[in-house]
């Protein structure tokens, strides 16, 4: 008997949307049912085409699972839509902008019965799969210092003319480059707390509304402490996204510019395994994270046909949200600030 493929609709047809439809049109047990956006895509021609949400919600009864690749800012409000009319949803980080509109996320799931499948797609990175196991299975023993470093470039190029750099759309680094790393440390090493945070904003005080660089200190749940250094300040190209284990039994780093290379090892009784270096997402001008998606539309579709539990859940999605909406609790109080006014497009 042959599976009735599960139809996607793809919400913001960017660079992310882009990479969503190319994934779900290469899955043999997806179909790509549409695609919505403000402009419509010249070269998807074959795919059925809407220019608003509501519209499509209106006239369309087939598809099972809408993909959310619009600004960080519309997230919310468009999961709630789509769960009120019982499709379930994937979400490109960050769920939301706020705890708020997360939980505003969650109680709409439970009422449709649906599911929100967030995007945090470096947990499927070889080295990061491998770190975990590792503190999973105590191999470092106690854990004393875990570090956090994310330095980036992100040009004048990156923040004209979008909805890049503004409050409302976008939120800051934490949330729209560096929230993917956030996930990695509290799925690996469990939740923060006792937040210290310092914010700058050197390169970008006439393009973004927000800092471009800070420092986070904190206390790790088990006892360890904790430190995070990131900016978007890095002259030129994307220098690395890099983790930092310091542990009874051993010290690990891993590198690269996505999390993505084992750069030290030194373990006890562990030899340093020969892993695969994921590719990243290139987007023209500058690079994203890892390229893993998809290994999340192969999950969304296991799950719907009843054959695998969600790798990531919603809870998880809402743990970075509430976490980064912790660091930047004093950010208001900051004078790094610049705001700008900005002339914002709906979609990414």
């Not at 047990?29 to 059925?48: F, G, H, K, R, T």
């Not at 471009?212 to 904190?218: Q, R």
């Not at 206390?219 to 402490?225: E, F, H, Y």
Request: proline share 3%.
């Amino acid at each position: 008997m042959t599976k009735n493929k599960i139809k996607f609709a793809v919400l913001g047809y960017g660079h992310i949307g882009k990479r969503h439809a190319e994934l779900i049109q290469q899955h043999p047990e997806a179909e790509l049912a549409a695609i919505i956006d403000v402009v419509y895509p010249l070269s998807m021609q074959n795919v059925p085409y809407y220019e608003d949400l509501s519209t499509f919600l209106a006239e369309d009864k087939e598809v099972q699972v809408i993909n959310i690749c619009t600004p960080n800012g519309l997230h919310a409000v468009q999961a709630v839509e789509c769960l009120h009319q019982h499709r379930n949803v994937v979400i490109e980080k960050p769920v939301a902008l706020s705890n708020i509109d997360a939980h505003r996320i969650l109680n709409a799931s439970k009422q449709s019965d649906k599911h929100v499948f967030p995007v945090v797609q470096n947990r499927y990175s070889p080295t990061i799969k491998w770190l975990k196991e590792l503190i999973d299975g105590n191999k470092l023993g106690q854990v004393f210092m875990v570090q956090l470093n994310c330095f980036w470039n992100r040009d004048e190029r990156y923040y004209t003319g979008g909805w890049h750099g503004t409050l409302k759309l976008d939120g800051g680094p934490l949330y729209t480059q560096f929230s993917h790393f956030i996930d990695v440390l509290l799925w690996i090493f469990g939740d923060i707390n006792n937040i210290q945070s310092k914010f700058s904003n050197y390169n970008h005080q006439n393009t973004t509304e927000f800092e471009d660089s800070g420092i986070v200190l904190f206390d790790l749940s088990k006892g360890a402490s904790g430190l995070i250094n990131y900016s978007t300040s890095v002259y030129q190209n994307n220098m690395e996204s890099s983790i930092i284990v310091i542990g009874e039994k051993g010290t690990i780093k891993i590198g690269g510019q996505y999390m993505n290379k084992i750069t030290y090892c030194n373990v006890e009784g562990l030899q340093q395994p020969d892993l695969e270096t994921p590719q990243d997402n290139n987007y023209g001008p500058y690079t994203g994270s890892a390229s893993n998606h998809h290994f999340v539309i192969a999950n969304v579709i296991r799950v719907l046909n009843n054959q695998d539990k969600p790798d990531v859940t919603l809870q998880d999605g809402l743990k970075v949200v509430n976490t980064i909406e912790s660091i930047y609790a004093n950010r208001e109080s900051s004078n790094t600030l610049n705001v700008t006014n900005k002339i914002v497009s709906l979609y990414q």
